[in-house]
Structures are given as structure tokens and as C-alpha cells.
């Protein structure tokens, strides 16, 4: 019964880790798009009112 409970602790644990790297991942690909992208729209606001 402990081993089950050992397993079922370690199976847990694994599980906590890879969606919690899973979701820093994604965060940060979700911060380095944005920021790109906020990056990239700002360059075109710059041009934009230089030429104006």
C-alpha cells in the first residue's frame, strides 16, 4: 500500500514539474512574441511619424 502511495506521490510530482515548465515555456515564448511584437509595431510608429 506505501509503494502505491510512494508511486502515486512521485507520478504527482512529475506531472506538477512538467506542467509547470510546460507553462514557464510558454510564458516566456508568449513574452518574447509580444515584446517582438510590440518591438515591430513600434519601429513602424517611428518611420511612420518620421516621414510625416
Known amino acids: 500500500m506505501e509503494a502505491l ?3 502515486t506521490a512521485v507520478t504527482v510530482t512529475i506531472t506538477v514539474i512538467a ?4 507553462a514557464t ?5 508568449a513574452v518574447l ?6 518591438y515591430s509595431l513600434l519601429a513602424k ?8
Open 33 to 38: 512574441v509580444g515584446a517582438n511584437s510590440l
Open 45 to 52: 510608429l517611428s518611420l511612420t511619424t518620421i516621414y510625416l
Open 25 to 29: 515555456t510558454g510564458i516566456a515564448v
Open 19 to 22: 506542467v509547470t515548465t510546460v
Open 5 to 7: 502511495g510512494a508511486t
